[in-house]
């Protein structure tokens, strides 16, 4: 079973950065996609950004240009990089994976625990 550990959440002043990890840990598997999503409270969950490994990165408008999704394919591990941070990126942060087994050979879609990220003076 593959194992996500997430880190790097919490308090920050606006302007600020943090950044983000995400560990897939386990064996016989292989990733074909990572990516953030975001809660805040009394909101649905939404994408803030996704790499579909070896094909197209997508960011959400709000985060474009202040947000850097990046991968070490080597470490199976996500990073988020996240700059010029607002009030309003405050939320709960969860890492996706998905990828497949080998044996069985079957796909799997992981969220991460989630790590808490609040941005206020």
């Known amino acids: 079973q593959v194992q996500l550990v997430e880190s790097g959440g919490g308090l920050v002043q606006p302007g600020g950065s943090l950044r983000l990890s995400c560990a897939a840990s386990?064996?016989?598997?292989?990733?074909?996609?990572m990516g953030w999503y975001r809660q805040a409270p009394g909101k649905q969950r939404e994408l803030v950004a996704d790499?579909?490994?070896?094909?197209?990165?997508t960011y959400a408008d709000s985060v474009k240009g202040r947000f850097t999704i990046s991968t070490d394919n080597a470490k199976n591990t996500v990073y988020l990089q996240m700059n010029r941070l607002k009030p309003e990126d405050t939320a709960v942060y969860y890492c996706?994976?998905?990828?497949?087994?080998?044996?069985?050979?079957?796909?799997?879609?992981?969220w991460g625990r989630g790590t808490q990220v609040t941005v206020s003076s």
């Open positions: 386990g064996s016989d598997f292989s990733i074909s996609a």
């Open positions: 790499n579909s490994i070896g094909g197209s990165i």
């Open positions: 996706n994976i998905r990828g497949r087994y080998y044996v069985p050979h079957r796909p799997f879609d992981l």
